[in-house]
């Protein structure tokens, strides 16, 4: 370790450039599923195997749902970042493959290897920043983060569909490749963390347990209401599994040497209630940005092509957010007031969601997107923040591997209940609206793309927009209604001071230790 007049010379430097390497690795993990679905019908036109579609997203999504522990715990034990740079990799190796697929069963099998590196992606990005800078001074790069998040849903669908026209489909995985090799150059040669070597072996019976739970939990989720009746025996006997992995492995944490996910952790109250917020912030996001495009093309006419250009209001409204909150943070070392307020404006902004119709302009619905993007700016890295913080750092990989798998858990059950809550809902409206022609048009899919929209005689057309509107009112009125249990439990979190910030007391039941020094950057 340098001097400490040395390591204040140098640390900002290679800090700066670790962060654009990381930077650029969240950008691959957050891009890579809006780029492909862009990409899909093409896919399926030239590979074929329609009717395995859906597993082209579900292989990725499961891989990557119960990796994500995984990574976070080799990360602590074995040092951050070898780990980091083997997620990497592997995802590369995924990329390039799924990008070679001569038919669908090599597709999915090759997204599900992608899948397997896109699980340690965020989590090393987190834990690194975790272990690079004291949670005082985090709250300056929370804008980048979000910026990045912003840049990656906006641009994504964009990115995709350019590619896809002028380079290929091949060129939706391949694209992967130059930028992650510009990563792990970057962090091969700047980033230096403390090697460490555990005496004790992997917890295997309880990767097994977590990832069948896991599993299950994302499948029911996925099938539930679409593949599967979710009253069918296949949704039962996956529920049935699911929760008996899950007890399983929480029995077996107590007993295990090292445990994949020390239960220690959730000793501390912050700990809890910012994976409680986090599992409900991911519940609403993923639904708000799954049904705003769609009213807002089915209702208000607008472009598919632009897709991503319609959510910049709450995007916009996050970004800005986030970054006063992290400067507010990093000033003060004060941040209940965000994920209080922020669960406030959720709710509100859920609820104006809810109350749009068939007359509401854009304008209008796009006010109400920035209160809903106002109050995920407050929360989306502030969460992530008070969980690292409220661990010691040799629990810093899995704290963050576990908000983000709350966060991930939550996304898959957001958009499983609220898109079945919106197509049970649009399938009745236009059955009452349509009679028979309006079951008929909606029997495969309450979602209708562009092509099939405009083909319908108008009397369908407008039935199909009240039903829209009706089935978006009630996804996002399960949204506020949810986001009020975010709301309950930001009230009780405990403003422990951060570390980096002064001297403090040793730990005072949230798991704070006393100050903790900068990790080696040189």
């Not at 704290?399 to 966060?407: D, G, H, K, N, P």
Request: one cysteine or more; glycine letters at 12%; hydrophobic letters at 50%.
């Amino acid at each position: 370790m340098a001097g400490a007049g040395t390591e204040t010379a140098k640390q900002p430097k290679s800090v700066r450039v670790v962060l654009l390497a990381l930077m650029i690795t969240m950008m691959l993990a957050m891009l890579d599923n809006m780029i492909v679905g862009t990409a899909m019908p093409t896919i399926v036109g030239e590979l074929g195997g329609l009717e395995h579609l859906a597993w082209v997203v579900t292989a990725y999504t499961l891989a990557t749902a119960a990796s994500t522990p995984l990574w976070g715990k080799l990360g602590d034990m074995y040092g951050r970042k070898g780990v980091f740079m083997s997620s990497i990799v592997l995802f590369l190796i995924g990329s390039a493959l799924s990008g070679m697929a001569q038919d669908m069963g090599q597709l999915i099998g090759f997204r599900a290897v992608q899948g397997l590196g896109a699980g340690g992606l965020m989590v090393g990005v987190m834990a690194i920043i975790g272990d690079l800078i004291p949670p005082r001074e985090r709250g300056k790069y929370q804008g980048m983060m979000a910026g990045v998040m912003a840049l990656a849903m906006i641009g994504g669908p964009l990115v995709g569909g350019t590619i896809t026209d002028n380079w290929g489909w091949r060129w939706s995985f391949y694209i992967n490749l130059p930028l992650g090799i510009v990563a792990l150059l970057a962090i091969s040669a700047v980033l230096h963390l403390p090697k460490k070597r555990a005496q004790a072996r992997i917890d295997y019976l309880g990767a097994g347990l977590l990832t069948v739970g896991i599993t299950a939990i994302v499948l029911v989720t996925t099938w539930g209401g679409t593949e599967y009746a979710w009253t069918s025996a296949m949704i039962m006997e996956l529920i049935g599994i699911g929760v008996a992995a899950l007890i399983g492995f929480v029995f077996w944490q107590t007993k295990a040497a090292e445990p994949v996910v020390p239960l220690h952790i959730f000793r501390s109250r912050n700990f809890t209630l910012m994976s409680v917020i986090g599992f409900f912030v991911g519940f609403v996001m993923f639904g708000a940005t799954l049904f705003l495009p769609l009213y807002q093309q089915s209702v208000q006419g607008a472009s598919a092509t632009n897709s991503g250009l319609l959510l910049l209001p709450m995007l916009g409204a996050m970004l800005v957010t986030s970054m006063i909150a992290g400067r507010v943070t990093t000033n003060t070392g004060r941040y209940k007031v965000f994920p209080v307020v922020g669960s406030v404006l959720m709710v509100g902004g859920l609820y104006l969601l809810s109350v749009m119709d068939t007359d509401t302009s854009r304008f209008t619905s796009g006010v109400y997107m920035a209160v809903v993007g106002l109050g995920m700016g407050c929360l989306m890295q502030i969460t992530m923040l008070v969980a690292q913080n409220s661990v010691e750092m040799k629990d810093m990989g899995v704290a963050s591997s576990s908000t983000t798998l709350f966060r991930t858990l939550g996304s898959s059950f957001g958009v499983a209940i609220m898109g079945a809550l919106f197509n049970n809902r649009v399938q009745d409206v236009m059955a009452k609206r349509a009679g028979a022609l309006g079951s008929k048009v909606t029997e495969q899919s309450a979602q209708l793309d562009a092509a099939s929209l405009a083909k319908l005689p108008d009397a369908a057309r407008e039935a199909y927009q009240h039903a829209v509107s009706a089935g978006t009112h009630s996804a996002f009125l399960l949204g506020a209604v949810v986001a009020v249990v975010a709301l309950v439990a930001s009230v009780f979190v405990k403003e422990v001071p951060l570390k980096g910030a002064g001297p403090q007391a040793d730990a005072d039941g949230d798991g704070t230790a006393a100050k903790v020094p900068l990790a080696e950057t040189v």
